[in-house]
């Protein structure tokens, strides 16, 4: 599985909004700055993350976009497919009946798959928030947060 510049944006910014000293709304334009990131391309994948559930928009002089819900009960999966990430690896691929070592093959990929995708889902913006922090702490001082 590789991670696209939208897998890797999406968590970026769910990140981000997670770092935010208050839970007032972060502004598109915000965010997009902390992290470097295009705002127009950024606005859409928040779009799409806010029909997945994940973040609220808030309208308004004062708005942006908030966290939906606790960290905790949103995953790493979850991220990836709100913004219509692919983690399934050889998804069109079908084993020649006659060859073993295509089925040997197909099985192991499978099975890693498996691995791989319930680890995307027990890994939390939970998780990555306190492993940002842990890093900004071994850093001795606060700093800007940027992956």
């Known amino acids: 599985m590789k991670l696209t510049t ?3 944006y999406s968590v970026k910014a769910l990140l981000d909004l997670s770092l935010q000293p208050t839970s007032d709304p972060a502004s598109v334009r915000a ?14 994948l928040l779009i799409e993350m806010r029909r997945a559930g994940l973040v609220n928009a808030v309208r308004g002089a004062q708005g942006g976009y908030q966290l939906a819900r606790p960290m905790a009960q949103i995953s790493l ?4 497919e709100a913004v219509g990430e692919d983690i399934e690896p050889l998804p069109h691929f079908t084993p020649d009946r006659e060859g ?5 093959t197909f099985t192991l990929w499978r099975r890693l798959h498996q691995k791989l995708k319930e680890a995307l889902y027990s890994i939390t913006l939970e998780d990555l928030y306190f492993d940002a922090r842990s890093w900004q702490a071994s850093q001795g001082e606060e700093v800007s947060f940027m992956i």
């Not at 073993?100 to 040997?104: A, K, L, N, R, T």
Request: charged share 25%; hydrophobic share 40%.
């Open 31 to 44: 965010i997009a700055q902390r992290q470097d990131i295009p705002a127009p391309y950024l606005e859409k």
């Open 77 to 80: 999966g979850q991220i990836l």
């Open 100 to 104: 073993v070592g295509d089925w040997v």
């Open 6 to 8: 939208r897998g890797h």
